[in-house]
Structures are given as structure tokens and as C-alpha cells.
């Protein structure tokens, strides 16, 4: 199991959702994960429901058996300011760049700079190593910008090692691309079963394989329960309305005749049925879509109450159980 | 170029006609309805932005109004951010590129254009239309600015601003639609021209190309001295190669950044002027309407126009009058009897004898074990008839209840945003069960979004 979860997924589909249930899934039996949010919309926090983020690493989490989810959310500034701490010992030379402007500018303006920050810093927690030499997290799940930009945000350390051609910046970003290019990572992305996130999903597997970044799995989230089988699905279109009629008039509902209350029903609900056996043979198509991907397919439920605390564990849960953590 | 506090953010006029008139807010149902035909009438509206989350259904939405106000007799041309290559299929184009294109196939006198930003082309052009040809090649080969203007995170967000400026100057098109991009932060693009000021105003640019221009000024010597400290400390951080390359473009740009900048500033102010609209799009999802509330304040505080909300992917049901509970218990009334009555069989399979063994005698439970090979044929075919239809019927029920809890939970979170915004006007697009291939779906989205409005009011 790769070390470094990177999560990713057109918007609107799920990724910071499965990103956390993945960090919770892979933090059960004691194993302590960072899960890690870059960009700054406080979803880590809204799903844990807890309050902001600060730029730290804290728990929020304790997973079934012990384990602990910690949470951190990447603020440029501020890493940048680490950054420059850390390897340069530049904590008052900061404070001057910031005063110039040059802060903002490297965070905001400047191309990729916060991107390579961003990695960078998720790299970092991977990597570090606490007193006894042991890793300070058993894994790192990385909540990543959307399918459409994720292989550039992943690649930036091979831009900027191109442009930086030496010092520090320089081996900084190669030491960044050695770790995402290596079996310590896979990406997953986060799909549903409609035309356009699939679509994205296979062009985003295609990109990433074109950078050579390690593609982990698909996972279909918001699966819906299947309610209609194939026969009832082929009934829809042939049943009589009278006699779908009788029987909702046989389960109480009302009158069966002409103007009854179920009668009223009939063709409401036939309408729903037909609907739903619609999106069910588009479902169908677009799981053979994903089927050609070839690669390991995950599933998640939709939550018909929506996610909250109690679906996060659930979904965890569903996670191990399919051997996704 | 900061808002006053003191000037309240106009609301556009479209808005507020249709929330006049008696009827009022019936339940959760928000208080006023977006008419958008009006607004795309209106010879005054000139730009119309569509915003919002990722995956609401934005750039179809942008997309649908496009082709609309075109059938409605406008000349309008769609710029799109996102390349949704299926977007640009259903508009009959190929392949969207940095020019508009006419789509083929709308009805009626107006026309309808499409485009999709292309960061590079839009900035090499910029480059090209501010600096002199000389100096325009010495940026265009310059290692950084390639990468820059390939795409690096924030290009787009400018680059969007610079092309919707372009398509306004030209003055060809009665009304220009744009979807935002995908942005990380929600209005990325808003700050975009604000970020590029303060950046040109900052005294880094300065210090960038002090090499170049502090040649032998006396009174500028203590500065030097400071500034050959930070570039030194620079030159560390980035490798002297990236900082050469850095200090040539800043350089070479800098005669450029002034109309660059002067047409970032008028962008901005474009969007807030009278004949622009901001029309917030998401779907009736918890994330997504944050998203949204976040937006309109946003807007507000920027002293944009928001016009209203549109709503994606709303869900309703022609038998609503009936609900979950009702719907499920009814489905267990049928499939109850059944069971009971039917002995083996399916129920067989499904439940333990055991559980109805109170009410039945205890031979019952054998005997339907041993006949559970081969009930159906001894039962008769009317019975074999009905039952694929009471099975049915209870999927149906079952469905329904889906349906309806799906409903409840739509209205809970959009009564949860109109509770917070209900200055904020809002039009429901019905739930496709499909996606939009063509035209005519999107010509569907259009009437759906402009039946919103009176859908809504007729029934009241």
C-alpha cells in the first residue's frame, strides 16, 4: 500500500468526502494517517465537523481500533515562510520578502510556486521520521485539486526543475518528483456513474500515465441501490395501467378505477420508473466505460441523508471492506 | 479601487420585477423568482457570468442561456473555460479553440458563437499587442514566461479576464456568456487583476529589475545595497539561472505591465457596470449551495451585479401528494399478504418461514418448504400473472419514497441558503434523467430554465 494517497475527481463528485473516509479506513488498527487538504476550502473541516483548520497538523479523528486521523491545511504563505525556515534559516529575510510583497507574489502571482509548496509539504510528511526512526505517519491521503488539473499540479516539481536548473529549488522539486513518481504514491480518482465524469476520469488516467504518475484506482462514489431489476424494468414498459392500479389499490392506497386515487398514481409513477430505467442503462454504459480503464474499481453507496460524521465512518468502513485501504 | 461601504450594491432590475406581485413565499420556496427571458431581452445586458462550484452544471448552464438569447434574436458569443468536449459537441464544434466560431442549427434571427479560452494564445497575444515586436520575441522566448503562460495555477483566472475584456472592446456581439473557471478559491478571477495591481504597485518589481536599471544613480545607493542583499538572497533560493531568467522577463515586461494593468483595472470595473450580470449556478446539494452563499457574498462585496440563483438538477414528483411513509408502507401491505398468503416461493427465499409462524399453524412452514421447488405451476396461472406486478407496484412505491426523501432533503438545503440570502432571487431547473448531447438538449435546458419562473408562479 503506497504511502502517499492523492485523491482526486471532477468537481462535484465526491473527492474530499473519499478522501477522508480513505485516511479513516487506513488509519484503523492503530495506524496514525495525515490527511492533508490544499485547497483552502475548509471541506476537511466541514466533514469532520470541527471548526477552521489552522496551518497544523491536529487530530480530528480517532479510527475504529485506536487509530488517529490528523488534519492539515496547506496555507502557501505560511509554508513558504516554513519553508525558507527550515532550509535557510530565513525566518527575518521572510519577514522582509513579505514585506516587499514577495510573499504574496511567490504564493498568488508567481507560476506553480505554490503548487511546488503545496506538494512539496505533503512530500515532507511523508517522508519525515520521528526520534526513533520511525515514519511520523503510517500514510499520508492527499485531498487534490480536481482530475482537470491534478497531472500539472502533480508535475509542477518537474517544471520547476527544468527552470531552476540548479540549487536549491532545484533539488528541492527533484526530491518532491522522486517521491510522487515512485511506488510511495497512487492516485485515485473519484467518479460517478454520468457521461462527463467518466469522460474526465479516462482523460485524467491518460494524462497521468503520460507523466509517468503512479494511477492507483477508480472509485464510483454515490452508487445508488439498485430499486428496479432488469425484469421489472422490461414490465415497466409492457404492464397495463389497470392492473398496476389494482394493485396499489390492494396495497390501500385508494380506488383503482378511473379518477381513483391510485388510478391517479398510475402514471406518475410509471413516469419515475421510466426515468429511473433511463439513468440505469446509462449507468450501465458508463460502467463499461470504466470497465476498459483497466484498473482496480472501487464503490461507494450514496448516502441518502447525505454525508455526515457517522456516513464518513460508514464509508470507511465500506472502504476496507472492499480492501481499498 | 475598493468597495464603498457606503454605496449599496445595486440589484438589477430583472430580479426585482418579477418579485413583485401578491404571491409569497409558500413554505421553504424562496421569496423571489429569476426570470432570466428579461434579462436576455434586454438590449442593456451585455455580459452575463455564470459562477459557481465545480460539477453544478455551469458551462451547460452558460451554454443553454448562450443559445437562447441567440433564438431570441441576439448575436451572442459563449466563452467557455472548462474544456467540456462534450459541451462543444452538442454546440456541433469539434473542437473549441481561441476564436469564436458560429454554432449551426439555431432557430431564428440571432446567432450564436462559441469559443474556449486558450491561456497561451491569449497571453502571447497580450505580450504581442504591448510590446514592440522586438521585445514582444525576447518575452515569447523567455523560458519562464513559457512556462507561465502555459498554464501555471492563476494564468487562467487573468487570461479569462483579458479575453472577456477583448470580446467587449471589439463591440461585436449584443451579449457575451461566460462560465468562470474552475478555480480553487471561488472567485479566483475577481482577484485576479486586483493580485496583478498590488504585484506592480510592490516594490519586488522594482527589485527584480534593479540590476538592469540602477546604473550609477547616487541617491538610490543605500537602496542598492539592500536590494543586492535580496537578489543575492534570491539568486540562492531560485539558482542564478532562474533569477536571470526571471529578471530578463520582468524586465522585458515591464513597459508591457502598464496597459497590461490598465486593462486588468477596466475588466474589473466592466463586470460591476450596470450591463453586466452574475448569475450564481449549483445544484440543491449542501456543498454546492455553500458554495453558492459564499459566492453571492462575495459578489456583494465586490459590488458586483448578481442577478440570482440558478438552480441545476432541482427533482420533483407528479405524484407528491403521496408520501414516503405512505408510499413505503403500502409497499409493505403488498408484498405482506403475499407472503402469507403464497407460503414458498419467493417469500420463501426472502424470509424465514419463522418470522410469520405466530399466525400461520406450524405445519404451514414444511409443507411450503417441500412445495417451494415447484409452487408457481401448482398455483395457477392467475396468481403467476399478478405477481410480477405486485412486485413491480412495490418497486414502484419504493421508488416513489426515494424520490420523495430525495425531495424533502432538496427543499431542507435550498430553504437553508434562502434563509440566508433571500434577497437573492433563484430559478429551479428540473432534474434530467440524461446528459446533453446536442442542440436540442440544450435548447431543453433553455426552456426549463426560462419555465422556471413561470412554472413556479402558476402554481401558486
Known amino acids: ?325 | 479601487m475598493s468597495p464603498d461601504p457606503a454605496e449599496a450594491p445595486e440589484t438589477a432590475p430583472e430580479a426585482s420585477e418579477t418579485a413583485e406581485g401578491p404571491e409569497r413565499a409558500r413554505g421553504l420556496a424562496p421569496a423571489r423568482v429569476l426570470d432570466v427571458d428579461p434579462l436576455l431581452d434586454d438590449p442593456k445586458t451585455r455580459i452575463v457570468v455564470c459562477c459557481g462550484s465545480g460539477g453544478v452544471g455551469k458551462t451547460t448552464t452558460a451554454a443553454a442561456l448562450g443559445l437562447r438569447a441567440a433564438e431570441r434574436g441576439r448575436k451572442v458569443v459563449v466563452l467557455t473555460i472548462d474544456p467540456a468536449r462534450r459541451l462543444a459537441q452538442s454546440m456541433g464544434i469539434d473542437s473549441l479553440d481561441n476564436v469564436p466560431r458560429r454554432v449551426k442549427g439555431t432557430e431564428g434571427d440571432g446567432e450564436l458563437h462559441a469559443m474556449m479560452l486558450d491561456m497561451k494564445r491569449t497571453f502571447d497575444e497580450v505580450v504581442e499587442a504591448h510590446a514592440d515586436s522586438e521585445r514582444a520575441a525576447a518575452i515569447l522566448a523567455n523560458p519562464f514566461y513559457q512556462s507561465l503562460s502555459a498554464g501555471f495555477a492563476g494564468t487562467q483566472e487573468y487570461m479569462a479576464m483579458e479575453k472577456l475584456g477583448q470580446l467587449r472592446a471589439k463591440d461585436e456581439w449584443d451579449l457575451i456568456v461566460v462560465d468562470t473557471p474552475p478555480s480553487r478559491s471561488a472567485l479566483d478571477f475577481l482577484d485576479a487583476p486586483k493580485r496583478l495591481g498590488s504585484f506592480l504597485d510592490g516594490r519586488l518589481i522594482r527589485l527584480l529589475t534593479a540590476p538592469a536599471k540602477l546604473g550609477g544613480r547616487a541617491g538610490m545607493a543605500f537602496l542598492n545595497v539592500g536590494m543586492s542583499m535580496m537578489t543575492g538572497t534570491l539568486g540562492k533560493l531560485l539558482g542564478g539561472q532562474l533569477l536571470k531568467d526571471v529578471q530578463t522577463f520582468v524586465a522585458a515586461m515591464d513597459t508591457t505591465f502598464g496597459g497590461f494593468r490598465t486593462r486588468a483595472d477596466a475588466t474589473y470595473k466592466l463586470l460591476q457596470a450596470p450591463g453586466t450580470a452574475f448569475l450564481v449556478v449549483a445544484a440543491p446539494e449542501r456543498d454546492a449551495l455553500r458554495e453558492a452563499a459564499y459566492f453571492v457574498e462575495r459578489l456583494d462585496a465586490e459590488r458586483m451585479p448578481l442577478v440570482g440563483l440558478v438552480l441545476n438538477r432541482v427533482h420533483a414528483s407528479g405524484a407528491d401528494g403521496l408520501s414516503a411513509e405512505r408510499a413505503l408502507a403500502a409497499a409493505e401491505n403488498l408484498e405482506d399478504p403475499r407472503i402469507v398468503d403464497q407460503g414458498g416461493g419467493k417469500a420463501g427465499l426472502r424470509n424465514s418461514p419463522d418470522t410469520y409462524g405466530s399466525s400461520q399453524s406450524p405445519a404451514s412452514s414444511p409443507a411450503a418448504e417441500a412445495a417451494s421447488g415447484t409452487p408457481a405451476s401448482e398455483e395457477g396461472s392467475p396468481a403467476d400473472a399478478e405477481r410480477p406486478v405486485d412486485r413491480l407496484t412495490v418497486g414502484l412505491l419504493r421508488l416513489h419514497a426515494d424520490r420523495m426523501q430525495l425531495l424533502a432533503r432538496e427543499r431542507r438545503t435550498r430553504g437553508r441558503f434562502t434563509a440566508r440570502h433571500p434577497e437573492v432571487a433563484v430559478v429551479e431547473v428540473p432534474a434530467l434523467p440524461g446528459d446533453v448531447h446536442d442542440l436540442t438538449g440544450l435548447r431543453d435546458i433553455g426552456t426549463r430554465l426560462a419555465a422556471g419562473a413561470r412554472g413556479t408562479e402558476g402554481e401558486r
Open chain 1, 1 to 325: 500500500m503506497s504511502r502517499l494517497q492523492v485523491v482526486s475527481g471532477k468537481g462535484g463528485t465526491g473527492k474530499t468526502t473519499v478522501a477522508a473516509a480513505l485516511a479513516l479506513a487506513l488509519a484503523t488498527e492503530g495506524k496514525r494517517t495525515l490527511l492533508v487538504e490544499v485547497e483552502g476550502r475548509q471541506g476537511i473541516a466541514q466533514l469532520f465537523e470541527t471548526e477552521a483548520l489552522p496551518y497544523e497538523e491536529r487530530k480530528i479523528a480517532v479510527a475504529p481500533g485506536g487509530g488517529e486521523v490528523y488534519a492539515l491545511a496547506i496555507d502557501p504563505e505560511l509554508a513558504l515562510l516554513d519553508y525558507l525556515q527550515m532550509f535557510y534559516k530565513l525566518g527575518g529575510a521572510g519577514r522582509a520578502l513579505k514585506k516587499l510583497g514577495a510573499i504574496d507574489f511567490a504564493t498568488t502571482v508567481a507560476p506553480g510556486i505554490r503548487d511546488v509548496l503545496l506538494t512539496g509539504k505533503a512530500c515532507e510528511a511523508v517522508r519525515r521520521k520521528d526520534k526513533s526512526g520511525k515514519f511520523a505517519y503510517d500514510y499520508v491521503v492527499m485531498d487534490a485539486p480536481p482530475t482537470g488539473r491534478v497531472t500539472r499540479f502533480l508535475n509542477v516539481n518537474d517544471e520547476v526543475a527544468g527552470l531552476a536548473k540548479i540549487g536549491p529549488i532545484h533539488n528541492q522539486a527533484q526530491a518532491v518528483m522522486r517521491v510522487l513518481k515512485s511506488p510511495e504514491t497512487a492516485v485515485h480518482l473519484v467518479t460517478l456513474l454520468e457521461e462527463m465524469p467518466v469522460q474526465e476520469t479516462a482523460d485524467g488516467i491518460a494524462e497521468l500515465r503520460a507523466a509517468r504518475l503512479p494511477v492507483g484506482r477508480v472509485i464510483v462514489n454515490m452508487v445508488r441501490p439498485q430499486v428496479l431489476d432488469a425484469a421489472d424494468l422490461e414490465l415497466v414498459r409492457t404492464v397495463g395501467r389497470s392492473s398496476v392500479a389494482q394493485a396499489l389499490s390492494a396495497a390501500g392506497l385508494g380506488g383503482a378505477r378511473r379518477g381513483g386515487h391510485a388510478e391517479k398514481l398510475v402514471d406518475p409513477l410509471l413516469r419515475q420508473a421510466s426515468e429511473y430505467a433511463e439513468r440505469y442503462a446509462l449507468e450501465q454504459e458508463q460502467r463499461a466505460v470504466l470497465g476498459e480503464l483497466d484498473l482496480p474499481l472501487g464503490e461507494l453507496p450514496l448516502l441518502p441523508e447525505g454525508v455526515d460524521l457517522a456516513g464518513l465512518y460508514e464509508l470507511a468502513t465500506e472502504l476496507r471492506k472492499q480492501g481499498l485501504s
